[in-house]
């Protein structure tokens, strides 16, 4: 299995992004896909999530972040609106079979991250 973040940069505040992760290996369609990132200094933190039945975010986010899903590309999405410096972070994708997963411990498949960011 592997799984391909990218779309990352280094942006100004208020700008958008759209990151993708492209998957291989799995029955894309039947799992769980989830966004975290990691800040310098910080713990792995959840982003959001999405499975076949819809999504959810971690709730500070909701209303910036939008994650969503092509199947047939076997790719998922995160598209970052109103970018701000604390969003600065290592964006990781992961698969797993836990619906709308919050955990680490809900993945078994991570990417290898890709780096974000915003400068003010």
């Known amino acids: 299995v592997q799984l391909q973040a990218s779309g990352g940069g280094l942006v100004q505040a208020g700008d958008s992004l759209r990151l993708s992760c492209g998957a291989s290996g799995l029955r894309f369609n039947n799992y769980n896909m989830g966004w975290f990132r990691q800040a310098p200094g910080k713990d792995r933190e959840f982003v959001a999530a999405?499975?076949?039945?819809?999504?959810t975010y971690v709730g500070s986010l909701k209303g910036r972040f939008t994650i969503s899903r092509d199947n047939a590309k076997n790719t998922v999405y995160l598209q970052m609106n109103s970018l701000r410096p604390e969003d600065t972070a290592v964006y990781y994708c992961?698969?797993?079979?836990?619906?709308?997963?919050?955990?680490?411990?809900?993945?078994?498949?991570w990417g290898q991250g890709t780096q974000v960011t915003v400068s003010s």
């Open positions: 992961a698969a797993g079979n836990v619906a709308w997963g919050r955990t680490s411990s809900s993945y078994s498949y």
């Open positions: 999405i499975d076949w039945s819809g999504s």
